[in-house]
């Protein structure tokens, strides 16, 4: 019963979504989230220090990350580039998120010590680094909308790290829009040009 209802709340969802996008495109009166296709897509296969002078850069409007976390960055690129390319190196590696988020975390007090690491080097952070890096595997992570989503699905939130468990509710969440052939062709011509990536 519990799995047919949140089947229900993601179906009702993704058609409000639907009627939205086939309607008004990716850009309409409710959302404008073409930009993120955009950043991703001209980011892909960059280098470190080219993702993190490209987010730190990025347009307040976007809202991807806070101004002191993109002040942060954008000072730790002139100050030391190799240990903040380090930091942010260590996301990349075959570890599970969670060990990897641990380090980068843990090495970024050497970087922009032990207050502010806490403050700049949070899952928003992580997760808009990574997705820049490979947006076929991750997606840009906003926690007030994980919580939004967790809230309507009626889904118990996470004690630790939630970007993970986030990223298991797109991947389910994709995979019914990935049924509906209009949307995607209409997602995808909207997208033209730009990385494709369910998430």
Same mark, same amino acid.
């Given at each position: 019963?519990?799995?047919?209802?949140?089947? /229900? $709340?993601?179906? =009702?969802?993704?058609?409000?979504? !639907?009627? !939205?996008?086939?309607?008004?495109?990716?850009?309409?009166? /409710? =959302?404008?989230?073409?930009?993120? +296709? *955009?950043?991703?897509?001209? $980011?892909?296969?960059?280098?470190?220090?080219?993702?993190?002078?490209?987010?730190?850069?990025?347009?307040?409007?976007?809202?991807?990350? =806070? +101004?002191?976390?993109?002040?942060?960055?954008?000072? *730790?690129?002139?100050?030391?580039?190799?240990?903040?390319?380090?930091? /942010? *190196? !260590? $996301?990349?590696?075959?570890?599970?998120?969670?060990?990897?988020?641990?380090?980068?975390?843990?090495?970024?007090?050497?970087?922009?010590?032990?207050?502010?690491?806490?403050?700049?080097?949070? *899952? !928003?952070?992580?997760? $808009? /680094?990574?997705?820049?890096?490979?947006?076929?595997?991750?997606?840009?992570?906003?926690?007030?909308?994980?919580?939004? =989503?967790?809230?309507?699905?009626?889904?118990?939130?996470?004690?630790?790290?939630?970007?993970?468990?986030?990223l298991d509710i797109l991947k389910e969440i994709a995979n019914h829009i990935n049924k509906d052939k209009e949307l995607i062709e209409k997602l995808r011509s909207e997208t033209s040009g730009l990385v494709w990536s369910d998430l």
């Amino acid at each position: 019963m519990v799995s047919a209802i949140k089947e /229900f $709340l993601i179906k =009702t969802l993704i058609t409000k979504y !639907r009627n !939205r996008v086939i309607n008004q495109g990716l850009n309409n009166e /409710f =959302t404008n989230e073409k930009y993120k +296709w *955009e950043l991703v897509s001209s $980011l892909k296969g960059k280098n470190v220090k080219s993702i993190l002078k490209a987010i730190s850069n990025a347009d307040n409007s976007m809202n991807l990350l =806070t +101004w002191r976390t993109k002040d942060s960055i954008r000072e *730790e690129l002139k100050n030391q580039p190799d240990k903040i390319i380090n930091c /942010f *190196e !260590r $996301l990349l590696q075959d570890k599970p998120f969670e060990e990897r988020f641990k380090e980068f975390k843990e090495y970024g007090k050497s970087v922009f010590g032990a207050n502010n690491a806490q403050k700049i080097l949070n *899952e !928003r952070t992580a997760a $808009l /680094f990574l997705a820049c890096f490979d947006p076929e595997t991750y997606a840009i992570y906003k926690p007030d909308l994980y919580k939004l =989503t967790i809230k309507y699905l009626g889904i118990q939130s996470v004690n630790n790290l939630s970007y993970p468990h986030y990223l298991d509710i797109l991947k389910e969440i994709a995979n019914h829009i990935n049924k509906d052939k209009e949307l995607i062709e209409k997602l995808r011509s909207e997208t033209s040009g730009l990385v494709w990536s369910d998430l």
